[in-house]
């Protein structure tokens, strides 16, 4: 059975939760994988549904929650149009900032893949790759700060829906 621990930390005088798990052995050596869900999701539900599979992978997982008093289950990113601001990328720094000795990635699914474009443009240091399914840049978004840190993006021809870039949600039929 796996080590998974839910959390509740507070950013901003808000409680934020995410579901980690911490392999046997972890040190400041073991990766961190922080791996972001996509809209009408939640962490929880990442672990089980994606993550799970993984436990044995010597990998310590975090699988962080968008949704918090106010806030619905999308991730929202500073300056992108989001109305309201809940500091998601202030939380998701947070988490960081406590794994900072360790390797850390970013990978994140439609929303979760939004918000992993915004901190790969703002918050990339320390972080040695992202990753982004269902979801492509913003193209408002401003990537001249941005590290040369490694990224993937795949949007693939079976999905039903993407979310474009310009946050609209498109069916795929409808673009070729």
């Known amino acids: 059975m796996p080590?998974?621990?839910?959390?509740?930390?507070?950013?901003d005088d808000i409680e934020r939760t995410y579901v980690i798990h911490t392999p046997m052995g972890a040190d400041n050596t073991t990766?961190?994988?922080?791996?972001?869900?996509?809209?009408?999701?939640?962490?929880r539900e990442w672990w089980n549904r994606h993550w799970e599979?993984?436990?044995d992978s010597g990998i310590t997982i975090i699988c962080p929650t968008a949704e918090c008093a106010g806030h619905d289950t999308h991730w929202r990113a500073e300056g992108d149009g989001s109305?309201?601001?809940f500091g998601d990328q202030r939380f998701l720094d947070t988490l960081l900032s406590m794994y900072a000795m360790c390797p850390a990635y970013v990978c994140g699914?439609?929303?979760g893949g939004k918000m992993t474009h915004h901190m790969y443009a703002h918050s990339a240091q320390g972080v040695l790759g992202f990753a982004v399914a269902g979801h492509g840049p913003n193209r408002a978004m401003d990537f001249s700060a941005a590290d040369v840190t490694p990224i993937r993006i795949a949007c693939g021809t079976l999905d039903s829906n993407y979310?474009?870039?310009?946050g609209d949600t498109l069916n795929f039929e409808d673009t070729v």
């Open 31 to 43: 990766p961190v994988l922080i791996g972001l869900h996509g809209g009408e999701s939640n962490g």
């Open 3 to 11: 080590n998974v621990e839910e959390k509740t930390i507070t950013v």
């Open 83 to 85: 109305p309201n601001d």
């Open 53 to 55: 599979r993984h436990a």
């Open 109 to 111: 699914f439609s929303s």
């Open 163 to 166: 979310a474009a870039p310009d």
